[in-house]
């Protein structure tokens, strides 16, 4: 399996947003640690660039990507550059996210529209775009959108968020019938709860420690526990998986959120 893995990745070029810190961070290590040419993309430059430094350093390959997913033409010159660095991108990770903290009444108009452009709409345009280009190239490819457990049940608190990740899971569905006959699968991952600079507040205050109680494992994630699953969608060893939105919660969904 792992040498599947290793055969499918290795030279693939692959897009990351999000990628400045917290899970795109880590899987966009994941995929240069496997051979995979890899675009740390993100509205920070600074922070991309400390990381693709870091795989850089280690003798992998990577490409800091200034990027604002709510902004067409940034994602066009990024896509870009990393195609003149690496050439066609054959797998995407769309992780850019932003998080909410109200629930659906007192939600401000301008956090809930904001949300729903970077968690909603961002995917649907960097997946547009990435697969326009697999097309034009006739090239197959994996597109990995990053949901969230809050988009499979109902949870209180975060409404404009739970919403946005619900929405991805089921654009994840569509793109995968609309896309497969072009050799393009589309995935998701969704995620339970992870130490990241969005959660850590929260993990750490009082309240989180009760939600640990709540997870059937008794703990939050550790981020090595998502490797398995984005290394499976990504290469030839989930070649015949599309469509599949897959929690990744030590069990939370079984539970009460």
């Known amino acids: 399996m792992d040498n599947l893995i290793s055969s499918g990745l290795s030279g693939a070029t692959a897009l990351v947003t999000g990628a400045s810190s917290g899970i795109g961070a880590h899987l966009g290590c994941v995929l240069a640690r496997y051979g995979c040419r890899v675009g740390f993309a993100g509205r920070r430059l600074e922070k991309v660039t400390e ?37 066609t991108i054959n797998i995407l990770v769309n992780n850019a996210g932003q998080a909410g903290k109200h629930g659906f009444l007192d939600a401000p108009a301008d956090e809930t529209y904001r949300i729903t452009e970077v968690n909603q709409m961002a995917v649907w345009d960097v997946s547009q775009q990435v697969s326009r280009r697999l097309t034009e190239a006739q090239m197959p490819g994996s597109i990995i959108n990053i949901s969230s457990i809050t988009g499979l049940r109902s949870v209180g608190g975060a409404a404009s968020y739970a919403v946005s ?26 995620p339970g709860y992870f130490l990241t600079e969005l959660t850590e507040d929260f993990l750490t205050s009082p309240a989180g420690e009760n939600l640990k109680r709540r997870i059937p494992m008794r703990r939050i994630g550790k981020m090595s526990e998502l490797d398995g699953l984005l290394l499976l969608l990504a290469s030839d060893a989930g070649s015949f998986i599309t469509g599949a939105v897959i929690p990744v919660d030590g069990g939370h969904l079984l539970s009460s959120l």
């Open 51 to 87: 990381m693709a430094n870091i795989v850089i350093s280690q003798g992998l390959k990577a490409v800091p990507l200034e990027m604002d997913v709510t902004d067409a033409g940034s994602v066009s010159i990024a896509l870009d550059r990393l195609e003149a660095e690496f050439g």
């Open 165 to 190: 990740k619900a929405a991805v899971a089921h654009m994840t569905k569509i793109q995968a019938l609309e896309l497969a006959l072009h050799r393009i699968r589309v995935n998701a991952i969704a």
